[in-house]
């Protein structure tokens, strides 16, 4: 792991919160759809807390160079598993981090253990919300042709991933970026005083 990169987005802003957030020293983890904000919340959020964050596709990219090249010169497949061994890593880390994945991240079994024992908060959005932030889609491989009918397939696959991974669901795509990232805390807060037992281990989908 690159300590000189990890270290990138990690100075805590002037609104951040004690130096022990409350969280247990656990990683908060950002999943969702495609747009959702992962990233850009999970930054707000991370500044906030004054803690680090690290994106999974950020990472990706330092590692292997920009996203769409590569799902064209290796395909989706390998991309996945290289996803997997940087989400790995990160989730890996030395200081309680604000953690955001990649919408596809969730597809990996292994992943998807990896994720038990983290704070996992799911970023839930609209298609019609979708529509106003995704654009034409030229970032994101996935979406091909047509970007908001493949975004909805895409979304209805793993919305039970997403939800079976997450502590918390998050459903604030119009509020604005800091104040998605207050309503997170908050969530978090209500759910370690209310969960039983503090790290009850997610279910699979399948098992719900
Ligand atoms: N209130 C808001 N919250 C989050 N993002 C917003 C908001 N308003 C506009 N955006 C914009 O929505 C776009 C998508 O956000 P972002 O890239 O953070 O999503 P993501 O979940 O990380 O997507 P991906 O899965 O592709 O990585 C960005 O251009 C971001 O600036
Ligand atoms: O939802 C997906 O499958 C993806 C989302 C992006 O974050 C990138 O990880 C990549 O474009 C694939
Ligand atoms: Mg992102």
Redesign the pocket.
């Given at each position: 792991m690159d300590e000189e990169a990890r270290r990138i987005d990690a100075v805590p802003g002037p609104e951040h919160e004690a130096d022990d957030d409350g969280f247990e020293g656990r990683n908060i983890v950002l999943i969702?759809?495609?747009?959702?904000?992962?990233?850009?919340?999970g930054s707000a959020l991370a500044r906030r807390l004054g803690r680090p964050h690290v994106d999974s596709?950020q990472f990706f990219v330092a590692r292997h160079g920009a996203i769409p090249e590569y799902f064209l010169a290796h395909g989706e497949a390998a991309f996945r598993a290289e996803e997997e061994r940087v989400v790995a890593d990160l989730l890996d880390s030395p200081r309680p981090s604000v953690v955001?994945l990649?919408?596809g991240a969730v597809l990996s079994a292994a992943t998807r253990g990896l994720l038990r024992g983290h704070l996992v908060v799911m970023?839930d959005m609209s298609l019609e919300q979708a529509h106003r932030?995704?654009g034409d889609g030229s970032t994101?491989p996935v979406l091909g042709e047509h970007p908001m009918q493949r975004w909805a397939e895409v979304y209805a696959e793993r919305e039970p991933l997403y939800r079976g991974a997450a502590d918390v669901v998050i459903d604030s795509?119009?509020?604005?970026?800091p104040q998605?990232a207050v309503t997170i805390v908050e969530a978090l807060r209500v759910h370690l005083r209310t969960a039983t037992p503090p790290t009850r281990p997610h279910q699979e989908a399948s098992e719900l």
């Amino acid at each position: 792991m690159d300590e000189e990169a990890r270290r990138i987005d990690a100075v805590p802003g002037p609104e951040h919160e004690a130096d022990d957030d409350g969280f247990e020293g656990r990683n908060i983890v950002l999943i969702g759809p495609m747009g959702s904000g992962k990233s850009t919340v999970g930054s707000a959020l991370a500044r906030r807390l004054g803690r680090p964050h690290v994106d999974s596709d950020q990472f990706f990219v330092a590692r292997h160079g920009a996203i769409p090249e590569y799902f064209l010169a290796h395909g989706e497949a390998a991309f996945r598993a290289e996803e997997e061994r940087v989400v790995a890593d990160l989730l890996d880390s030395p200081r309680p981090s604000v953690v955001s994945l990649g919408g596809g991240a969730v597809l990996s079994a292994a992943t998807r253990g990896l994720l038990r024992g983290h704070l996992v908060v799911m970023l839930d959005m609209s298609l019609e919300q979708a529509h106003r932030r995704i654009g034409d889609g030229s970032t994101r491989p996935v979406l091909g042709e047509h970007p908001m009918q493949r975004w909805a397939e895409v979304y209805a696959e793993r919305e039970p991933l997403y939800r079976g991974a997450a502590d918390v669901v998050i459903d604030s795509a119009d509020a604005t970026v800091p104040q998605r990232a207050v309503t997170i805390v908050e969530a978090l807060r209500v759910h370690l005083r209310t969960a039983t037992p503090p790290t009850r281990p997610h279910q699979e989908a399948s098992e719900l």
